[in-house]
């Protein structure tokens, strides 16, 4: 059973949220927080194993919630609601370790996907938004943290092969059907290539992908 934290400062979404949540068997809404101000403590009572982040929230807003929930637990991790138009803030919450983000307004079918994805430890990088997202925020991140091309060398060609399609938003399986290896080969690759580069998860390695221009925003 997955453990869902819901953190909104609207009512109302969080109601919505839980009732789609409540619908599906595999999982449960431990608790819910209005505030990032509330969300260590209610990390901490309720042993989340994802937490469902808005990003914008007066006080305490997502990004600083993300740092906090990052920092002081292992266990959870977060998933990142945003608008449309992509909250300024994002970019930066990724960097801060939270495993992906989902639109506000996308079916219910796809928040459970998105919700059980990150539970097993995958992140969510829809490569359409990542495009947006990126164009938007390299080289203008508040907390930059350089990266260069040379960082790659270290990879082999065919670790570089990988970390493109991840970049380009494909999963394991597709990868291992456009490069004609098993599934597993591919996980051996992402877990090697994230060591060498020392990267929390999939996320970091498509915003290192592209600060390294092994992708370009155009060419997704």
């Known amino acids: ?13 969080r109601a919505g949220l839980r009732m789609i949540l409540d619908n599906a068997e595999d999982m449960v809404v431990v608790g819910e927080a209005a505030d990032g101000a509330e969300v260590v403590a209610t990390v ?21 919630a993300t740092r906090l929930v990052r920092d002081r637990f ?7 609601l945003t608008t449309f138009d992509l909250d300024e803030y994002v970019y930066a919450a990724l960097r801060a370790g939270a495993s992906g983000f989902i639109l506000k307004d996308t079916l219910a079918a796809d928040l459970l996907s998105a919700i059980r994805a990150v539970a097993r430890g995958d992140a969510i990088v829809a490569p359409a938004v990542t495009k947006r997202l990126i164009e938007r925020h390299i080289g203008t991140s508040a907390d930059p943290l350089p990266r260069s091309e040379h960082e790659l060398r270290m990879l082999t060609r065919r670790e570089l092969e990988v970390l493109e399609l991840v970049a380009r938003g494909l999963s394991n399986a597709e990868i291992a059907g456009r490069l004609f290896l098993t599934e597993g080969t591919v996980k051996g690759h992402v877990s090697r290539i994230l060591a060498k580069l020392a990267l929390r998860d999939r996320v970091q390695a498509v915003v290192l992908a592209y600060e390294c221009g092994l992708v370009r925003a155009g060419n997704v």
């Open 44 to 64: 901490a009572e309720s042993a989340p194993d994802v937490v469902l982040m808005d990003i914008r929230m007066p006080d305490v807003d997502g990004l600083e």
């Open 74 to 80: 292992d266990g959870p991790r977060v998933l990142i």
């Open 1 to 13: 059973m997955i453990r869902v934290l819901l953190v909104d400062d609207q009512a109302l979404l």
